[in-house]
C-alpha cells in the first residue's frame, strides 16, 4: 500500500540558512498535517492543511511557513534555521472518510550546524 | 502542561506474556484516541483507535480499552512478541482530523 513520501529524509543545514521539506500524502486524502520531534521528545503540532486550506496551526515558529498545493502534497519552509531547529519533522496525511486517523511518513531529519 | 501523560517510560515483558501500555489525559475534549508504534529512524505506525463513545476496540492481538470517567486509556498486545519491542505513543484529538497531542512514550522490549 503506498505511504506517505517525505523528502529529503536527512538534512543538513548551517545556522541562518534556509530549508525547503516535501511531503506527498497518501492518494486521496487530502488532509496533510505537518510535526516537529526534538531529541527524547513526544512529536509536537505545527500545521494542518484541508484542502489546500491552512485549517489549524500549532507552535510554529514565524520563520516558518507552509503550504498545500493543487495535487496535495505540502512543503515546509524553514528559514534563518537555528540549532534549535534540529529535529525530526513528520508530515502526516488522513483520508476524507476516516479522517480521525492520521498516517505518518518516515519523517526528516534536520541538522542545523 | 502535558496533556496525554505516558508515566511508564519502559516496560519489559517475555515473549508470550502480556503487555499492557498505559496512558491517561487531562483534556476533557478529547473525543479520538489512537495508539502509535515507532521504531528508530521511521514515522510513527498507526496500531489502533478507539472514539470516546466506546470503551473497548479490538484488533488481533492488540486491545485498546477506555475509561472516559478516570481519563486513561491503555493498550494490551496478547500475546507479546519480540517484534513488538518498539517505542509506543499514546495519542489524542478533540475532533476527527483535528491535531494529535502525543503522551512522551513507552519503550516496550519484548525478550525472546
Known amino acids: 500500500a503506498a505511504g506517505v513520501i517525505q523528502s529529503p529524509r536527512h538534512l543538513i543545514k548551517e545556522k541562518r540558512e534556509t530549508a525547503t521539506l516535501k511531503c506527498y500524502p497518501i492518494?486521496?486524502?487530502?488532509?496533510v498535517y505537518w510535526y516537529q520531534q526534538g531529541p527524547g521528545q513526544d512529536p509536537q503540532f505545527l500545521i494542518s492543511?484541508?484542502?489546500?486550506?491552512?485549517?489549524d496551526k500549532g507552535s510554529i515558529p514565524d520563520r516558518f511557513s507552509a503550504q498545500q498545493f493543487s495535487d496535495y502534497h505540502s512543503e515546509l519552509n524553514m528559514s534563518s534555521l537555528e540549532l534549535g531547529d534540529s529535529a525530526l519533522y513528520f508530515c502526516?496525511?488522513?483520508?476524507?472518510?476516516?479522517?480521525?486517523?492520521?498516517?505518518f511518513g518516515p519523517g526528516t531529519r534536520l541538522l542545523v550546524l | 502542561d502535558q496533556q496525554v501523560k505516558q508515566n511508564s517510560p519502559s516496560l519489559s515483558v517475555q515473549e508470550g506474556r502480556i503487555s499492557i501500555l498505559n496512558c491517561d489525559y487531562t483534556?476533557?475534549?478529547?473525543?479520538?484516541f489512537l495508539w502509535y508504534k515507532k521504531y528508530p529512524a521511521e514515522g510513527p505506525t498507526f496500531l489502533i483507535s478507539?472514539?470516546?463513545?466506546?470503551d473497548k476496540n479490538e484488533d488481533g492481538r492488540f486491545t485498546v480499552f477506555l475509561n472516559k470517567s478516570a481519563k486513561h486509556l491503555s493498550l494490551h498486545i496478547v500475546p507479546s512478541q519480540p517484534g513488538d519491542s518498539a517505542v509506543y505513543f499514546c495519542?489524542?484529538?478533540?475532533?476527527?482530523?483535528?491535531?494529535?497531542?502525543f503522551g512522551e512514550g513507552t519503550q516496550l522490549t519484548v525478550n525472546p
Open positions: 492518494p486521496r486524502h487530502d488532509t
Open positions: 483534556n476533557s475534549m478529547f473525543d479520538y
Open positions: 478507539i472514539s470516546s463513545i466506546k
Open positions: 502526516a496525511s488522513s483520508p476524507r472518510q476516516g479522517r480521525e486517523t492520521q498516517y
Open positions: 495519542a489524542a484529538s478533540e475532533t476527527s482530523g483535528s491535531r494529535l497531542t
Open positions: 492543511f484541508y484542502e489546500k486550506m491552512q485549517s
